[in-house]
């Protein structure tokens, strides 16, 4: 069985997508830890931080800058990747936290 996340990116399971490209989707956590809880995922999928292409870890990155500049906060987030203990899912992905932006947040309609 696909995981959540291939599962969400196949549009099988919904979801609050934020952002969506073909390398990458950005969408609303379902269990937010802050009051801006995103997550920054990968559609091409590895399982932890050290199995992950450099250059996958480099357009992650790229699309954190993105969604602060989108939200106007460029200088408020914070990223968080788990990585074998806490990584409730094999499937690298950031997490994209704030306690800003929550006013120019508008999702994509499927």
Known sequence: ???IFTQII???IPSKIFHDTDSVIVIADINPKAPLHLLIIPKEESKNF???KIE???MLSDTAKLVAD???IADHFKILINNGLG???PYLHFHF???KGLNKLKF???
């Open 1 to 3: 069985m696909s995981s």
């Open 10 to 12: 196949n549009r099988e």
């Open 50 to 52: 050290y199995e992950t």
């Open 56 to 58: 996958t870890l480099q």
């Open 70 to 72: 989108k939200l106007g």
């Open 87 to 89: 990584q409730e899912i």
């Open 97 to 99: 936290m704030s306690d």
């Open 108 to 110: 994509i309609e499927d």
